[in-house]
């Protein structure tokens, strides 16, 4: 889009600019193109901040290989978006390699239907904590969901209660332990704050992780609490 006086070289093009302004006017009215546009006074995205937290809802994810020009209007916008986004995480954790760095993916299924959000997790989980000084956190509700590729490359694992017994099976073989009826108990049974943890060692057992209130608070997703009538305890 152009601003300001006109440059003559460019009017052969105006027909053009005029269109791609047009485009461009259209794709500000879909709430997750705000991350994308902004009329300067906003502040952009900066790797050097303690922490970023950047919601991706909304978007709608193409079918892995779908071509690209069958893309309906609502993945091409979500494509535009999630690019920036992945290479924002991307220059994140490749810089200031002195420094360790955090990087968490919740429903990592979602990034990866793309092959983009694919190539990323594949390339911050090989290469992330031995070169780059860099720890990438994929967090999915199934261990199915978690490609047996990224899971040779995993370190370490955090399994909490299932509710559901062919998820426990899943997230059985995931950490490599026998499937059986004990086993199974001990996944759909675990008590809230207690999850079936794997050290880098491949050491599993049952383990209490212990968080601050104000962390539990913070992060909750529960409506109760976060409206603050809620007297469930709270869960991590």
Not at 137 to 159: R, V, Y
Not at 161 to 182: L, R, T, W
């Amino acid at each position: 889009m152009v601003v300001g006086k006109k440059d003559p070289k460019l009017a052969m093009y105006e027909p053009e600019f005029s269109d791609l302004s047009i485009l461009i006017e259209g794709a500000k009215e879909f709430p997750s193109t705000s991350l994308l546009f902004s009329d300067g006074n906003s502040k952009a995205l900066n790797i050097n901040r303690a922490m970023t937290v950047i919601d991706v809802q909304g978007l709608t994810m193409p079918d892995k290989g779908k071509n690209l020009e069958d893309l309906n209007t609502a993945e091409t916008i979500s494509l535009a978006v999630l690019m920036p986004l992945l290479e924002h995480a991307r220059r994140f954790g490749f810089s200031e390699r002195d420094i360790v760095k955090f990087i968490g993916v919740d429903e990592q299924w979602f990034i990866k239907l793309v092959q983009l959000g694919q190539q990323f997790m594949e390339s911050m989980v090989r290469q992330g904590g031995r070169s780059l000084f860099t720890t990438i956190h994929l967090i999915d509700q199934n261990a199915t969901s978690i490609d047996d590729e990224l899971k040779n490359n995993i370190g370490i694992k955090f399994i909490y209660k299932m509710g559901i017994e062919s998820e426990a099976v899943s997230a059985i073989e995931y950490v490599g332990m026998e499937v059986n009826e004990s086993n199974i108990k001990s996944i759909l049974k675990m008590k809230d704050r207690y999850v079936l943890h794997q050290d880098l060692d491949g050491r599993t057992g049952i383990v209490r992780i212990d968080i601050p209130e104000e962390m539990v608070e913070a992060f909750s997703s529960r409506p109760e609490q976060r409206k603050g009538d809620g007297e469930d305890e709270k869960v991590a």
